[in-house]
């Protein structure tokens, strides 16, 4: 009886064309979404004059006139903390909610469900734009024009967030339950302990998007704030830039300090969406 011949190994150094194809694309993709970036970086450190002349990625003459312009111009610490505030907020509440309903929704039975699951599916089919004003009418009533709640109360109807979390948790092998009701667990300590711990891939995937769309929102600060001292980040921004009218280095200044706590908030957790992305289950979607 003949030996099998070993199998050749392939040094662990040596890649495949199949992983340095990829390798490739995913170079060339990066490129191509962090252009756009460096693009608006180089315009802020030209000169006005320079940065409507003929296109060019390197400043001739390299400025900070801009950068000081949108700190001396705006008050941006002050717009950080609001636009921290109320993205922190709206996103704590959003989980609260969310994980609550989508466990609801998945794991018990109660009169009226369908319907009420139906109601709450409804919210994905209208945009917020066309809510901006029935939305202001109530927050007016209530009194919580130019204060932080009015600003974070009317963010906080995930519709797509219950959708989402609804998904995973029923995904969830009932047996785990089962086993901690037979050890005389409640609902609530099931939740708490057996089931929030298994969601973090998902919960953190929620708590990101919300807390991204939540710092992008103009609108609806812009609709129910006319304190300066209450506006955020995307607002007081673009206060100073049409005070400014059209300013190209002023203009990607103001844009890049807007934008910089979400790059950061991606670079450091973008394993959290990946995963989370993976666990509800979007990516095929």
Known sequence: ???PAPAVRRPRGTWTP??????????LLSLLWISPLAWALSTSLKSPAESVAS??????????????AVFTAGDIPNWFVNSVVVSVCVTFIVL????????GFARTEFRGKSALMALTMAGLMFSP?????PLFTT???LGMVDTYWGMILPQCAPAAMVLILYKFFQSLPRELEEAAFIDGAGRWRIFFTIVLPLSKPSLSAVGIFTFIASWNNFLWPYMVTNNP???TMPNGIATVQNAWGIVWPQLMAGG?????????VFVFFQSQIVRGVAHTGLAGQ
């Open 96 to 103: 609260l909610v969310s994980a609550l309903a989508g466990y």
């Open 139 to 141: 927050v007016q009533s």
């Open 256 to 264: 890049l300090v807007a934008g910089l706590p979400l790059i950061i």
């Open 1 to 3: 009886m003949t030996t």
């Open 129 to 133: 734009a066309i809510l901006g004003v």
């Open 55 to 68: 296109p060019h990625w390197i400043p001739d003459h390299v400025t900070l006139g801009s950068w000081k």
């Open 229 to 231: 001292d209450l506006m």
């Open 18 to 27: 199949g992983q340095i194809a990829l390798t490739l694309v995913a170079a």
